[in-house]
Each structure stands twice: as C-alpha cells, then as structure tokens.
C-alpha cells in the first residue's frame, strides 16, 4: 500500500493503526532514518513500513535496499512512494492523506 502525504499529515499514525489491526504487538515507529522495519502480525504474516523520505530516488541505491520489504507473505506501507519510482511496481492500494482545518485530515482510499 502507498501511503502519500505531506510532512506531519499522520501517515506514520495511519501505518500503526493497521499495523495494531493486523496483530502487530511491538511498537511501531517511523522508519525515516533506517528506511524500514518489519514486525510480525498475527499468523505469522511479516508487516513491512518503508520510508523513503530521505532518497533522491532507490536509483542510485543498492539493488537489495527493498528486497526484504517485499515479496510473498507480506504486507507493506511505503511512504513516499513516489521516490521509488518504478522499482515498487504498482500498488494494491493507495492511500493519500491531507491536513484539513486543525486537526482533521481527509483521507482519500483508491484500490
């Protein structure tokens, strides 16, 4: 799942919320700086976060960088998706979320 949106817009929040509905019981944090983490949900099943914000591109990364993100058996966020370009192929869903007036957000799903 792609998960867009502004600088402080709750996708990280967005991602713990399912990740808790899954079954995840660890706690989940923002992988901006390590890039992602997996956590093991209910089942056995292994929930993936990718945060790309901090590159240019996964061009001009090594080609492993997202290996152990994807793949059979997974669920995966990635937020900022965009900075991936065609390296994620097309996404089962795709979720944008916005700043509204306050503290309310308007979430668009398209799947």
């Known amino acids: 799942m792609f998960v867009a ?5 709750g996708k990280t929040t967005l991602v713990r919320g ?3 509905a899954l079954g995840v019981e660890t706690a989940v944090t923002s992988p901006t700086f390590a890039i992602g983490h997996r ?3 209910d ?3 292994v929930v993936a ?12 990364e090594a080609p492993e960088l997202l290996s152990d ?3 059979a058996g997974r669920i995966t966020f990635v937020e900022w998706p965009e900075r991936a370009g065609a390296a994620l192929g097309e996404p089962r869903m795709r979720v944008a979320i916005r700043h509204g007036r306050e503290n309310e957000r308007t979430i668009e799903v398209r799947g």
Do not use: K, M, P, T
């Open 5 to 9: 949106g502004e600088l402080g817009a």
């Open 18 to 20: 399912a990740c808790r």
């Open 39 to 41: 956590y093991r949900a």
């Open 43 to 45: 089942g056995g099943l």
């Open 49 to 60: 976060h990718l945060d790309l914000y901090r590159l240019s591109s996964v061009e001009d």
């Open 69 to 71: 993100y994807l793949g």
